[in-house]
């Protein structure tokens, strides 16, 4: 067990010492130790992280998300940002961009961001309230389980920070068209981006879902939890035996009502076909346009590429890098990791485990940002409709676009990377 001390000032272990925890990307079982205040506890095996300690993490999680739900209220209902153009002024809330998309017959696209910037954000935060502020006053609320659930679920679709580089390229790339007004909204909004952070870095898990020791420990940790005969609960990392599964190898969690399985169903076939659906709609994505800008009744429709030809072209070095990256590069490299992930794993590779594990964690984390040109494309859509003098409209390939980028999300979700490591027993 490796422990990272983040804090210089203790070496106070954790509330929750004993019991086992298996590693949710390799599934190797390990017996939960002490760890500093701040510190976290990685996987030995592949470099997981396993647990953490947060000293009052009830207290510091319930009151960030407070905070972060008063955020998300100002963030919605002032101003965001105005445009001043002319004498003309256009003032805009946050949702405006979604519904301008909508209005355009965009609907998809504007229910996208509608939900990953604003409504599952919302949702996660109140739903942790849900469960912490009733926790403060010493009881569980009804329903904890599914409503954690929904958290969890819902939030690698929260995506504020990516709706923030989207906003910031989008003011940048209006400065030379109008004046911006920041309105008390953006101010808000920055500020949420940061203590919805925070508010998740500061929920130590044990404290909802404390660890326990398993019916049936055996010699506890240095085995795979399904060599040990025990099935790895994702939501509240309880270890069941797999007496409790059914022939086919599904059941429930005793403590929060989870489906169980040792690994995830037809994991391998699922990713394949979402990477080939991937794969198929990133051409119309990259040949339809994805926006036009129009200016003084001229102006010509620009795809992903051209967009990013036309900003380097105008200078804007670092913005058009940030969206070529973004949008071209990285998807590609995603479906390029996945693919060779999946053809390692049916060659049953015992090749470089942890590395493959690391290249996965990366695939799945950067997945969102490739949702930044979206972002940009709604709120420049949202923002410039000044008439005569200057609209932005999207185009189909915004739609195209969007639907590969939450294909290869889905795709590294139904990827289970303890696939990976279950060949090293094969091969022992
Ligand atoms: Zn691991
Ligand atoms: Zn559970």
Redesign the pocket.
């Known amino acids: 067990m490796k422990s990272k001390e983040s804090k210089k000032d203790s070496s106070r272990s954790g509330p929750n010492e004993g019991g086992l925890i298996a590693c949710h990307e390799c599934d190797f079982l390990h017996s939960i130790q002490p760890v500093p205040a701040g510190g976290k506890a990685l996987c030995i095996r592949c470099g997981a992280f396993l647990y953490k300690y947060i000293p009052n993490s009830l207290d510091r999680a319930l009151a960030l998300n407070l905070a972060a739900f008063m955020l998300l209220i100002m963030a919605n209902v002032f101003p965001f940002i105005s445009m001043k153009l002319s004498g003309r002024v256009e003032v805009n809330v946050l949702a405006s961009g979604a519904l301008e998309l909508y209005r355009l017959g965009m609907g998809e696209v504007g229910l996208v961001v509608f939900l990953t910037g604003i409504l599952f954000p919302f949702l996660s935060i109140t739903g942790m309230l849900y469960i912490l502020l009733p926790m403060k006053l010493g009881y569980r609320p009804w329903r904890t389980a599914p409503v954690y659930r929904m958290v969890k679920t819902l939030t690698p679709w929260s995506m504020l920070a990516v709706l923030m580089l989207g906003i910031l390229i989008a003011i940048v790339k209006l400065r030379d068209l109008a004046t911006i007004i920041p309105g008390i909204s953006l101010y808000a909004f920055v500020v949420l981006m940061v203590v919805a952070t925070a508010a998740n870095a500061n929920l130590d898990a044990f404290v909802i879902w404390p660890p326990r020791e398993p019916e049936t420990a055996g010699n506890g940790s240095g085995a795979t939890a399904m060599e040990r005969g025990l099935v790895n609960?994702h939501?509240?990392a309880?270890l069941v035996h797999e007496t409790n599964l059914d022939d086919h190898g599904h059941g429930v969690?005793p403590?929060?009502g989870?489906a169980l399985h040792r690994r995830k169903t037809n994991s391998i076939a699922r990713t394949w076909a979402l990477i080939a659906t991937a794969v198929i709609l990133y051409i119309p994505a990259n040949v339809y346009p994805v926006m036009t800008v129009i200016q003084f009744g001229r102006g010509e429709p620009n795809t992903i590429i051209s967009g990013v030809i036309h900003l380097i072209e105008g200078g804007m070095w670092v913005l058009g890098m940030i969206i070529f990256i973004a949008s071209f590069v990285v998807p590609i490299l995603k479906l390029i990791a996945l693919t060779f992930l999946l053809i390692m794993i049916q060659k049953k590779s015992s090749w470089r485990f942890r590395d493959r594990t690391f290249l996965f964690r990366v695939t799945e984390a950067v997945g969102a940002w490739s949702m930044v040109d979206i972002y940009v494309v709604a709120i420049l859509a949202g923002l410039v409709k000044l008439g005569a003098l200057s609209t932005i409209r999207p185009g189909i390939g915004a739609a195209f676009f969007g639907a590969v980028v939450i294909t290869t999300i889905f795709a590294a979700h139904s990827f289970d990377p303890r696939l990976i490591w279950d060949n090293i027993e094969r091969s022992k």
């Open positions: 609960c939501t509240c309880l969690c403590r929060c989870s």
